[in-house]
């Protein structure tokens, strides 16, 4: 599948994630200062576990959004920041207590915080984030905008509960999948650019279409993610190539694949999901599944759609130099994917 034109220059190039990265910088540099202070504990094992996570890595795509959606807007009273750092440690305590569900044992291309600490301590300082990430969201007393991130909160969680009763179910459809990355990926997404927009000044118009880039971005990213964990080469992701697989993930190449697929390859990927222990050679096969049925092509052209729908969302903005760096991130997105 040949990349766009757009995709092709970011590739060429400073790529959009690199260059908002850069437009965001200082006061990025703001956001990270509240984050590592914010981190900080009494108790040794809180500080220790939390910055070994949150000093992994990771662009910080989620707080970027934020702190562009208000530059965007341009008349933040400074609480872009306070919303940002929120935003970053509810992303982090949702990765403490996913890798806990999903007894995963990389993070980051890092062993996870639980092979170290232990899941106790993992779900508790999870926990610790989340009032913390509240804490500051209060101290901006903005209801409105916290209103939007505990609605987050809320409807990440219903997510992650929906994901795993789904797991091994081969009659999960399509439709649900939507739900399910709707719920616990690009619910976020969506939030951090909304409160955003919200403290940068922006009117009704403003605030929804951020709103609707947002969870666009957000499903276009987890569609992707779900690619590279059978296409990307290990520590890609920060993970093992097939990990989605050993957990028993329903994610859409597996969906479509199992629609498509003969009795003995439906067969073979119904024994390997959920089984941790799958050989390589395995994971192998099933790959080869996805590919004879080019269901990893068909989630990248969904993401494609997701990341046009987010870059058209922005058009209801006037042309600014924020405004198409915020489309060549949903195009960039995608973009990874290759």
Not at 45 to 73: H, S
Not at 205 to 227: I, K, M, P, S, W
Not at 284 to 305: C, S, W
């Amino acid at each position: 599948m040949a990349l766009s034109a757009t995709a092709e220059n970011e590739l060429a190039g400073p790529n959009a994630m690199d260059r908002l990265l850069t437009a965001t910088q200082a006061e990025m540099s703001k956001v990270n200062a509240l984050i590592l202070a914010r981190a900080d504990s009494h108790v040794d094992m809180v500080p220790e576990l939390a910055r070994y996570l949150i000093e992994a890595g990771g662009k910080r795509l989620r707080p970027m959004l934020t702190v562009a959606a208000a530059l965007l807007f341009g008349r933040s009273n400074g609480a872009h920041v306070n919303f940002a750092a929120a935003v970053e440690f509810m992303h982090n305590a949702t990765l403490l207590h996913d890798d806990v569900v999903d007894e995963s044992d990389l993070r980051r291309g890092r062993p996870a915080a639980r092979i170290i600490w232990g899941n106790q301590a993992s779900v508790l300082v999870g926990d610790f984030l989340l009032g913390q990430a509240f804490m500051m969201m209060v101290e901006t007393k903005d209801v409105d905008a916290l209103g939007v991130l505990a609605k987050a909160a809320a409807t990440m969680a219903e997510g992650e509960v929906f994901q795993l009763a789904k797991t091994r179910d081969l009659s999960t459809t399509p439709a649900e999948y939507d739900q399910v990355i709707h719920a616990k990926t690009a619910t976020l997404f969506e939030a951090a650019a909304e409160v955003g927009a919200m403290v940068g000044g922006a009117d009704v118009a403003g605030r929804e279409a951020l709103r609707t880039y947002g969870v666009e971005l957000g499903n276009a990213f987890q569609l992707v993610d779900d690619v590279l964990d059978y296409r990307g080469e290990a520590g890609t992701l920060g993970k093992n190539t097939g990990d989605d697989l050993r957990e028993g993930k329903m994610t859409l190449p597996i969906i479509l694949a199992l629609a498509d697929s003969t009795t003995a390859e439906r067969s073979l990927i119904e024994k390997a999901l959920g089984d941790a222990e799958v050989a390589d050679e395995t994971v192998a096969r099933v790959v080869a599944i996805l590919e004879k049925y080019d269901t990893l092509n068909r989630t990248v052209e969904k993401a494609h759609a997701h990341a046009r729908a987010a870059r058209e969302a922005l058009r209801a903005l006037p042309a600014s130099e924020m405004r198409t760096l915020l489309g060549d991130v949903a195009e960039f997105s995608v973009a990874r994917a290759f």
